[in-house]
């Protein structure tokens, strides 16, 4: 075959491949994009699983009706335009692909209006295919539609699992979004019925750490919040009395986008590793933030994971901050100001250091070792500094 330059279509659907794995990464590129937008409130609605539909409703700045064709072309985008920029991202979206992508593997549809115009238009995409700007009436904001995810792409189709489980996967990425925005309200339904609504305003990052990840989660949250050699480390992290059998809630924000890395969970499993049992995983929710030259986010298509330009120094910023947080709470056992409550599985015990009653030495018979527990003066909110001082007064 000769070599022959591929038709646009193409292009977007093997970009397509990269970004859009299921319907859970197309709700993903969409609030982000609305977060992008400066939204305050983000409806999502959703059809068997989000295969059928995903609706996503924002109040954000809009896109005037003469750039919509842009932005469903590929490349084309309003948040980058020189390397330098690229090099210095600030917004969750960059790479002028997304909407694309999603529109070359679905009947999609985008409407908006801008805030400061009186109307809005819409514009279809089926398959990849742009159809003509239509006027269209809508609120200021704008609002994407995606139906049949893969409808023209079987073999993508064909990987799409059952309706819960995909709608447990968006559910999942909303869990962590909601994290990172407790400032953004955001409302799901599922086939037609409302089935989650995060709200913004009144609640506070600390409320939506209990809504979204439980009360016993949040009542054994350290919050920590650490500054340093141009690092600031803030979060919560369980107290080794609240852990895991598996990674489930650990969550981890580089400069509010959510991604994972190697080397800073390494940095907190070390941290725990003399607090935990063999096996269990630590629960946190960490929010690192360093001046965006420093890391580097155009690394990965689909943008979950980045590169640090100094790994090393975060590793061991981490790893201390949590150390050190830790170790805290290990004085505050010592003193009483947490009391330990469960029971101490029979027979196999880990070795933990001696200033560190493992959980439940003091329990109730050896059936629940790690029944997460209520210490007395609540932890969620005092700060590690905070912490030693009021440790430093005792
Ligand atoms: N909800 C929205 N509100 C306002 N503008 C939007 C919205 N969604 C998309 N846009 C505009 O369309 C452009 C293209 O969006 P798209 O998601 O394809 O690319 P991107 O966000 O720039 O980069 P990336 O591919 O990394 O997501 C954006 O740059 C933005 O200007
Ligand atoms: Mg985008």
């Known amino acids: ?210 809504e979204t990840l439980g009360e016993d989660f949040a009542r054994s949250a350290l919050r920590i919040d650490h500054s340093g050699a141009g690092l600031r480390l803030h979060g919560w992290i369980a107290q080794p009395h609240y852990s895991r059998a598996s990674a489930d809630q650990q969550y981890l924000y580089v400069n509010g986008r959510a991604v994972r890395d190697r080397s800073v969970a390494h940095a907190v499993k070390l941290a725990y590793q003399d607090v935990l049992y063999h096996g269990r995983q630590p629960a946190y929710v960490l929010f690192l933030e360093l001046d965006p030259t420093r890391v580097d986010v155009n690394v990965h298509p689909a943008k979950h994971e980045v590169r640090f330009r100094d790994a090393r120094l975060i590793h061991d910023f981490v790893f201390r901050t949590l150390q050190e947080a830790l170790a805290h709470t290990r004085a505050g056992v010592e003193t009483g100001v947490a009391p330990a409550t469960g029971a101490q599985p029979s027979g196999v015990g880990p070795s933990y250091p001696a200033s560190y009653p493992a959980p439940g030495t003091e329990g109730n018979g050896g059936a629940r070792p790690f029944v997460p527990w209520t210490p007395a003066p609540q932890p969620l909110g005092l700060r590690v500094d905070e912490a030693v001082g009021a440790l430093a007064a005792l």
């Open 1 to 210: 075959m000769p070599i022959r330059p591929l038709p646009d279509t193409l292009i977007n659907q093997i970009a397509a491949g990269e970004v859009v794995e299921r319907p859970a990464s197309v709700v993903k590129e969409l609030v982000e994009n609305a977060l992008d937008a400066g939204a305050t409130r983000v409806d999502i609605d959703l059809e068997e699983g989000g295969i059928r539909l995903i609706r996503i409703r924002d109040d954000g700045g809009g896109i005037p009706p003469e750039e919509l064709p842009l932005a469903v072309s590929r490349h084309a985008t309003s948040k980058i335009a020189s390397l330098d920029d690229l090099e210095a991202v600030a917004t969750l979206g960059f790479r002028g692909e997304a909407l694309p992508s999603i529109a070359s593997v679905s009947r999609f549809m985008l409407a908006s209006r801008p805030r400061d115009a009186e109307h809005g238009a819409a514009l279809h995409v089926d398959g990849g295919r742009v159809g003509e700007i239509v006027p269209k009436a809508h609120a200021p904001g704008t609002t994407v539609e995606v139906r049949d995810l893969f409808y023209n792409v079987p073999a993508r189709r064909k990987f799409l699992r059952a309706e819960r489980t995909e709608l447990g996967h968006i559910e999942e990425w909303l869990r962590s979004l909601a994290l990172a925005r407790p400032d953004v309200e955001l409302r799901v339904s599922h086939n037609g019925k409302p089935s989650r609504r995060y709200r913004a305003g009144d609640l506070d990052a600390a409320a939506r750490l209990g």
